[in-house]
């Protein structure tokens, strides 16, 4: 079995519309899938009236604040009319533009003017991510490639990486719950945290109502998914799957092979 729970449209950095990530999920024999746009589930107004086999999952991708850690909550099976879940994408998304013309101000100095009127300029859909500045600074000149963008300009301990008030990790655990949602630790080894820091997080994690965390998440060496299996068994978590998938020329490939977690309970 073939099974997807994070992946990203247009409506967040993702390339593709839900329809055609839909379309592509067929073509890869994915049988259930998520679109997990980061801070919001507008892609679920666009698919509405789909018709597809594959089990469709309501899901999102909230950015949260843990200890002035940026960590990312996956939340599955999500009602997406939930007004809890409204309340909070729309708090993220004014922290999203606020955040967006802080970083713009910071790449000033590096030669990158207006660019969110330009950012705009180039997209339909107002959600402005660290992506989208990686994209201006390459079409720039100003940096040689999306690689040289993060690790210059945008990535961790960088310019471009401000510190925002995303919603706090305890209070987005609270959303996913009264949204009626799963809540699932995303890619728990991307955030590059001491052993120990990382078992305070999961911890964390569960204490505030936590059930899942990613065991692969994209392409993944076959070590860490064996390192995450454990984790997953001793804090004894429900196992999820996904590529991460944004676009068809980048490193994923839509979908997950569901015998690559066998023996784990999963949070379908
Ligand atoms: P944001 O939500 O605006 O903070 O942007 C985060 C997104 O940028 C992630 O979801 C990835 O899609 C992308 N991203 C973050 N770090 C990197 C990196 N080092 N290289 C490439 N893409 C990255
Ligand atoms: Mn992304
Ligand atoms: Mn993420
Ligand atoms: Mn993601």
């Known amino acids: 079995m073939i099974v997807d729970l994070h992946t990203h449209s247009y409506y967040s950095d993702g390339s593709l519309s839900p329809k055609s990530l839909i379309k592509l999920a067929e073509q890869n024999a994915v049988e259930m899938l998520s679109i997990t746009d980061h801070d919001n589930v507008d892609a679920y107004h666009q698919i509405k009236t789909v018709q597809t086999k594959i089990k469709i999952i309501p899901g999102i991708e909230f950015s949260t604040s843990w200890n002035k850690i940026g960590i990312h909550i996956v939340g599955l099976n999500v009602d997406i009319q939930s007004g809890y879940l409204l309340n909070a994408i729309s708090y993220q998304k004014k922290i999203r533009l606020d955040r967006a013309e802080i970083i713009a101000k910071k790449m000033e100095k590096f ?56 919603l706090d990790f305890k209070a987005v655990l609270k959303v996913i719950k009264l949204s009626g949602g799963v809540p699932v630790l995303a890619h728990p080894l991307y955030y590059k945290l001491t052993n120990s820091k990382l078992k305070r997080l999961i911890h964390d994690f569960k204490l505030y109502g936590g059930e899942g965390i990613e065991v692969i998440n994209g392409f993944q060496n ?47």
């Open 222 to 268: 076959p070590q860490k998914t064996e390192y995450l299996k454990g984790i997953c068994t001793d804090f004894d978590l429900k196992a999820s799957i996904g590529s991460d998938f944004h676009a068809p020329s980048k490193w994923t490939k839509l979908g997950c092979k569901v015998s690559l977690i066998s023996g784990l309970k999963t949070v379908w």
């Open 111 to 166: 030669g990158l003017y207006d660019a969110i009127e330009k950012i705009k300029l180039g997209k339909n859909v107002n959600q402005i991510g660290r992506p989208d500045f990686a994209q201006l600074l390459v079409a720039e000149g100003i940096a040689k490639d999306w690689n040289q963008a993060f690790k210059k300009y945008l990535g961790s301990g960088r310019a471009g990486d401000v510190k925002n008030d995303w």
